[in-house]
């Protein structure tokens, strides 16, 4: 944890990027302004995509070109298929927030997506659980599909095709970074080698590359952290019997967590974090073990202890006696029938965050910038986080005429971003170990803070209210 997390070893590594530069200076021929781009996002994933969208549809971008650079083809989807797909997102209010600004949240209002407005976590080893919900049950955040998500962006960079290019089956295979003075004959731009070998320049460079981001290695930026012992297991799941469905489920068992997310009234999406074998089991298991498996992961007490359960229900009894809060009633989970064929996958999962965000002329977004456990469901989140707080900060700088890939603006959106994602990845970290055990007094530690949490409301508000932002 303190090597990830430590200010300390952050400050000196970027005291000495500091002291060596990127790249030698490398002289150039004079670029033309038909391959200049004010902003170039490398990466056409979700948070690449929405990032070249919410640049295009600001009003302080319509004079600039911005250029989306996108590996694989371009996708049409004519029609929405009727199978689920087995990748999705949770969308906190904060992400929805900024899909709207831009457009996007409409076109996925009209394809297809599923609020929820309750979410229970509950621990395998005990009866200790937590519940969220808003006033009114309010929709607390939704579930899409994540190619849902990306027909909704592709729409919207359509809209501003006069502004934004999209270069797809394109990917930079290579960086060369402006000197720290201008010479006549150099170019004061980041210069990007493509694929095919053709070049271009920007002001400012966004990777938006992934966890193994090419952008962050090629700038030399240092990521810091680990691969975990687990692997998750996706699939779409239909439910024994049609209900509300708008209730986020997550149940934590000493191999991992597995949750449950709504997409239909009769179907969900798992996601199961556990070992890499026991992943590799379930994954080859035929569909009635699987099921079963699933079923006994959220109905089963094989965990518990006696003394478990008596020091919880004291804890319980003297939270009822004080009564700081109305505590939500515990709800039970929908048993699963059946899994659609071939939805059942399985990655690795790890963590890790880049000492720096930024550098002159480069910015970094989404995973290229940190990779989260699934736990949280926040992985995509962070990244549009990340997204609202660079274009606002962009936005003002192209307004005052400054230099779009100036260190000005850019360590201010570092700073802002390292802040709520330091503490979301460390957060995740240690609920990750803490839940990743039986050991007695590690479990009845977790219990009453997980008993108190949930008697607190104040408390589960300031939660939910850092995960929507």
């Known amino acids: 944890m303190a090597s990830l997390f430590g200010v300390g070893q952050w400050r000196a590594a970027r005291a000495a990027a500091c002291r060596s530069p990127l790249v030698s200076c490398r002289r150039w021929a004079r670029a033309s302004a038909d391959n200049v781009y004010d902003v170039v996002v490398s990466g056409g994933g979700l948070v690449g995509a929405a990032m070249a969208c919410a640049l295009g549809h600001d009003i302080n971008f319509h004079d600039k070109k911005i250029l989306l650079l996108e590996a694989g083809p371009k996708k049409e989807l004519e029609k929405l298929p009727e199978t689920y797909s087995n990748r999705v997102s949770t969308i906190s209010l904060g992400s929805a927030t900024l899909l709207n600004s831009f457009g996007a949240w409409d076109h996925i209002c009209n394809m297809r997506y599923r609020p929820f407005r309750r ?12 519940m969220f919900d808003r006033d009114n049950l309010d929709d607390m955040g939704y579930v899409v599909e994540n190619v849902v998500i990306m027909h909704a962006l592709a729409k919207q960079l359509e809209a501003v095709s006069d502004r934004v290019t999209v270069l ?9 970074w402006p000197g720290p003075f201008s010479m006549a004959n150099s170019s004061p731009w980041v210069h990007i080698t493509l694929g095919d070998g053709s070049t271009l320049h920007t002001k400012l460079l966004i990777g938006a590359d992934g966890h193994s981001s090419g952008v962050r290695q090629a700038a030399g930026i240092q990521n810091i952290g680990w691969n975990y012992d687990q692997s998750a297991v996706v699939a779409t799941l239909h439910l024994a019997e049609a209900t509300e469905n708008n209730v986020a489920w997550q149940r934590f068992l ?12 009769t179907l969900s999406s798992l996601v199961w974090s556990t070992s890499h074998e026991h992943a590799a089991e379930l994954v080859s298991m035929d569909e009635e073990e699987f099921v079963d498996a699933i079923n006994s992961a959220f109905w089963s007490n094989v965990n518990h202890s006696d003394f478990i ?12 006696l004080l009564k700081p809060t109305k505590v939500s009633a515990r709800q039970l989970p929908p048993s699963v029938a059946r899994v659609d064929p071939k939805s059942r996958i399985l990655f690795p999962l790890g963590l890790g965050h880049a000492a720096e965000y930024v550098r002159p002329r480069v910015a970094l977004i989404g995973d290229a910038a940190h990779r989260v456990h699934p736990l949280a469901g926040q992985g995509v989140n962070m990244g549009f986080g990340d997204i609202s707080s660079l274009v606002r900060h962009l936005s003002a700088a192209a307004f005052n005429g400054k230099d779009l890939g100036s260190m000005s603006h850019l360590t201010v959106y570092e700073t802002e971003r390292q802040r709520h994602n330091t503490a979301l990845l460390a957060t995740t970290d240690v609920l990750k170990r803490l839940y990743s055990t039986s050991t007695t007094p590690l479990v009845l530690l977790r219990t009453w803070g ?6 607190i409301s104040p408390l589960k508000e300031q939660i939910m209210a850092f995960a929507s932002k």
């Open 119 to 130: 979410m229970q976590v509950w621990d395998a080893c005990s009866e200790a659980l937590i």
């Open 254 to 265: 000493p191999s991992g967590p597995i949750a449950l997310l709504p997409l239909s009234d």
């Open 168 to 176: 797809y089956g394109s990917k930079a295979v290579g960086y060369a």
């Open 309 to 320: 359960s008596s020091a919880g229900t004291m804890v319980q009894y003297a939270v009822a």
């Open 450 to 455: 997980l008993q108190a949490t949930n008697a």
